[in-house]
C-alpha cells in the first residue's frame, strides 16, 4: 500500500465538504477522483498533500514512498528554455555522468593500486548509472517534450516566453521525469491536445506506480482508470473498474435505492391507510390495533428520497422553424495569419440533421473555420455560402457573445426583450442561477458559470444550424451528460468543434479531422474514426504518391481539401513519407502487440490473485480445514498459482518498460 485516507472531514464557513472519506491506493493502482464541480475534489488532493489541515481523520503514505503532485494550475517559471527546465529533474544522473568522466581521466595516470580501487568505484558508479536509466535519460526527455506536444524547433524557447498552458504542460513533464512511487494529477489533460492526451494515457497505463487523477475527460477516465471514487454529496464511494463500468454500476446503485425508496413510502402509505380505517371502526379492539400497527411505524427508519439524475439543469434545444436540406457550402476556403498558413483550398458540405465534430491538434485552425462561418473574420479565399432558411446559434468558447459589463439578467432581457421577467429568472434558475446569482456581472463569474449563461442563450436563440466552439470546457460530468442528451434529441444541425473524445463519441454522426491544413471526412463517431483512421491515411499517402509520380514539379490543385476514400486529392509527398508512414505504421503496430500482451498479463494476474484469495478463504472454512486431502490440493494449487504470478509479474514489469 502506497496511500491510506481515512474517515477525513472537512468544513468551510460550518458547512461540510468532506465527510469520512475513506480509500487506499496500492502499488499500480490507477484511480480517479470524480464528482460534480464543488465537490471537494481538488479539497482533498491538497489535503493528501499536506497543504490543508483536515478537521479530522489521516492520511498515511507508506515509508520511503514518493508522491508527485501536479495542481490543476501549476506551472512552471523562469529564463530556463524548455529543454533545460526538464533537464534539471535529471540534475543527480548529470552529476554522476560528471562524477564517471572525471574518474576514467584518473585511471588514465593511475598507478597499479589507485587504479584498482579506481576501477571498483568506476564499477560502482556506472551501476548506479545505467541502473538510473543513464545511458537513455535523453531521449527519455526528448520524448516526454514531443508526447507532451512540443516539437523540436521550440526545445529552446524560454519559458518565460511560455503561455500558461504551454507552463503547466512543461510542469507536467518534470513531474512525469522524476518518476515518483505515486502521480497525482488534477485536471492533467486541460491543455492538451489529442494526441498528447493518447500519448499521456499510454504512458500513464504502463506507468510502473501508481496514479491518481482528478479529470472530467471520461474517455481518459475510461482508459487509464482502474479505480472510481466518488465524492457525492460530501460522502465516498469506491468502484472497481473503469469510469464506464463506474457509470454502469451508480445507475444500478441509484435505480436499487430509488425502487426501496419507492417501496417503502408504498408501504408507510398503506400503514397509515390501514390505521386510519381501524381507527374509523371505534372499537376497543381495532383501536388497539391501530396503535400498535403506529407504534411499528414509528420505528421505521425512513429512507432519504434519492437525488434525482441530472435534476438540477434544463437543457432542451428546439430550432423555432426548419431550415432547407443544404444547410453549409464551403469552397476553396483558405486562411494565414501572417506567414503562418493554417489552410488552404478547404471544401465540405453539411447537410440538416447532420452532427459534425472537427477535430485536430492546437493551431491546426479548428476554431478559426468556425469563426469563418460565423463572419468573425474574413477568409484570404473562398465561399462560405448558407442554405435557406438557415438560422445560426454560436456557442463562443472564449465566450465573446456575452458582454462581461451586464448582469446575467441584463444579458438575457438585452437579447430578448420580449420575456417577462419571471421568464427570464426562470432561464436562469433551470442553469443554475436563482436568487441575487442574477444580478451578478459577467466578468465576475467562473469559466463555468459563463459557459452555463451561453448555454441558456443558446436554448433561446431556437436556431436550426448550432455552431459550438469547445462546449464542454469547464463543464462538469453532470452538465456533459445535459448538454449531450440536449444535441442528440436536437432536431436542428450541429458544426462543433471539441477535444472531448467521449463528447464526441456520443454526439457526432460524422468527423472532419483537420490533419496538415486538409480536413479527412469520417462518416461515424469517434470510435468509429479511430478505426478508419490508419485506413484513410494509407489511401491518401497512395493516392498522394499517385500524384507525385504524375507531376513531380505541379504545384497543389485549387479543389476540394475534404478528403474521403473517394475526393480529390491536394498536395504531393516524397517518397521518404511513404517510407516514414510505412515505419510509423509497424511502430503503431508494434504498440498494439504491445498494450495487447499487457492488457492480457494483467488479466491473467488478476484471475490467480482472486483464485489465491478464494483459496485462502476456503482453508480457512470449516468444512475444508479438517479435510487433509482437501488442504493439500488447494496449497498444492496455490503453489502452482504463486509460481505463474511471479514469472507473470516479470513478464509486466518488461512489458511495462
Known amino acids: 500500500m502506497i496511500l491510506s485516507v481515512s474517515n477525513i ?18 502499488d499500480y493502482d490507477k ?13 482533498l488532493l491538497r489535503i493528501i498533500m499536506g497543504d490543508l489541515s483536515a478537521d479530522q481523520g489521516i492520511v498515511t503514505i507508506s515509508r520511503d514512498k514518493t508522491i508527485g503532485y501536479l495542481s490543476q494550475h501549476e506551472a512552471v517559471s523562469g529564463e530556463n528554455t524548455i529543454y533545460h527546465e526538464l533537464l534539471s529533474v535529471k540534475q543527480d544522473i548529470i552529476e554522476l555522468e560528471q562524477r564517471i568522466r572525471s574518474v576514467e581521466l584518473q585511471m588514465k595516470n593511475a598507478s597499479d593500486d589507485a587504479l584498482k580501487q579506481l576501477m571498483d568505484h568506476y564499477s560502482v558508479l556506472t551501476h548506479t548509472f545505467e541502473s538510473s536509466n543513464g545511458y537513455a535519460y535523453k531521449s527519455e526527455l526528448v520524448g516526454v517534450l514531443k508526447g507532451l ?43 492538451l491536445d489529442m494526441s498528447s492526451i493518447t500519448w499521456l494515457e499510454n504512458y500513464l497505463r504502463s506507468y510502473k506506480g501508481a496514479v491518481i487523477i482528478v479529470s472530467h475527460d471520461r474517455y481518459f477516465l475510461d482508459r487509464i482508470a482502474n479505480k472510481i471514487i466518488e465524492i457525492d454529496n460530501t460522502e465516498s464511494t469506491v468502484f472497481a473498474g473503469n469510469y464506464s463500468d463506474y457509470a454502469a454500476k451508480k445507475e444500478v446503485l441509484r ?26 371502526f371505534n372499537r376497543e379492539k381495532s383501536i388497539r ?44 476556403l483558405s486562411k494565414s495569419f501572417g506567414s503562418l498558413t493554417l489552410f488552404e483550398h478547404l471544401a465540405f458540405d453539411i447537410k440538416k440533421g447532420e452532427h459534425v465534430a472537427i477535430i485536430g491538434d492546437n493551431g491546426t485552425g479548428k476554431t478559426t473555420i468556425l469563426k469563418l462561418i460565423n463572419e468573425l473574420i474574413a477568409p484570404d479565399t473562398g465561399i462560405i455560402h448558407l442554405g435557406a432558411n438557415v438560422a445560426i446559434g454560436y456557442y463562443d468558447q472564449e465566450h465573446h457573445v456575452l458582454h462581461m459589463d451586464k448582469t446575467l439578467f441584463e444579458e438575457i432581457s438585452d437579447d430578448y426583450p ?10 436562469l434558475a433551470a442553469f443554475l442561477f436563482t436568487g441575487e446569482d442574477v444580478f451578478k456581472q459577467i466578468k465576475t463569474l467562473s469559466g463555468g458559470e459563463r459557459g452555463r449563461v451561453s448555454l441558456a442563450k443558446l436554448m433561446l436563440s431556437e436556431a436550426n444550424f448550432l455552431i459550438l466552439d469547445e462546449p464542454t470546457n469547464h463543464l462538469d460530468i453532470m452538465s456533459k451528460e445535459i448538454l449531450e442528451d440536449a444535441i442528440n434529441a436536437y432536431a436542428g444541425t450541429v458544426l462543433y468543434v471539441s477535444h472531448d473524445r467521449y463528447f464526441i463519441n456520443k454526439t457526432a454522426t460524422r468527423i472532419l479531422d483537420l490533419n496538415h491544413k486538409v480536413l479527412t471526412n469520417y462518416l461515424g463517431n469517434y470510435e468509429y474514426y479511430l478505426e478508419k483512421r490508419d485506413e484513410q491515411l494509407s489511401l491518401i499517402d497512395n493516392a498522394r504518391q499517385n500524384v507525385s509520380s504524375i507531376s513531380a514539379d ?24 511513404k517510407q516514414d508512414w510505412i515505419a510509423r505504421k509497424e511502430q503503431q503496430a508494434a504498440q498494439r502487440k504491445k498494450e495487447n500482451e499487457l492488457k492480457k498479463c494483467e488479466e491473467r494476474i488478476e484471475q490467480l490473485e482472486t483464485r489465491n ?7 480457512a472454512s470449516p468444512e475444508i480445514c479438517t479435510d487433509v486431502a482437501k488442504l493439500q490440493e488447494l496449497n498444492k494449487e496455490k503453489e502452482a498459482n504463486d509460481t505463474e504470478l511471479a514469472d507473470l509479474y516479470e513478464k509486466w514489469e518488461l512489458l511495462s518498460e
Open 255 to 280: 435505480t436499487a435505492k430509488y425502487n426501496a425508496y419507492m417501496k417503502q413510502q408504498q408501504e408507510i402509505k398503506h400503514q397509515e391507510a390501514v390505521i386510519e380505517k381501524l381507527k374509523s
Open 149 to 191: 506536444g512540443f516539437s523540436e524547433d521550440e526545445f529552446t524557447r524560454s519559458v518565460s516566453t511560455l503561455s500558461g498552458g504551454q507552463k503547466t504542460r512543461v510542469a507536467l513533464g518534470k513531474l512525469l521525469l522524476l518518476k515518483p512511487d505515486l502521480i497525482i494529477l488534477d485536471e492533467p489533460t486541460n491543455h
Open 554 to 577: 505541379s504545384t497543389a490543385p485549387q479543389g476540394s481539401s475534404c478528403i474521403n476514400t473517394s475526393a480529390d486529392l491536394s498536395g504531393a509527398s516524397t517518397a521518404n513519407g
Open 289 to 332: 390495533r391501530a396503535e400498535s400497527r403506529e407504534k411499528m411505524l414509528d420505528k421505521i427508519e425512513v429512507l432519504e428520497k434519492p437525488a434525482e439524475v441530472r435534476a438540477d439543469m434544463h437543457l432542451k434545444l428546439e430550432p423555432k422553424f426548419s431550415s432547407g436540406n443544404d444547410v453549409l457550402h464551403v469552397e476553396n
Open 9 to 26: 472531514n472537512k468544513s468551510f464557513n460550518e458547512i461540510p465538504v468532506l465527510k469520512d472519506v475513506s480509500f487506499h491506493i496500492e
Open 613 to 619: 484469495e478464494e483459496i485462502d478463504t476456503l482453508m
Open 418 to 427: 420580449t420575456l417577462t421577467n419571471t421568464e427570464i429568472r426562470n432561464t
Open 31 to 43: 484511480a480517479a477522483i470524480v464528482g460534480i464541480n464543488g465537490a471537494g475534489k481538488t479539497t
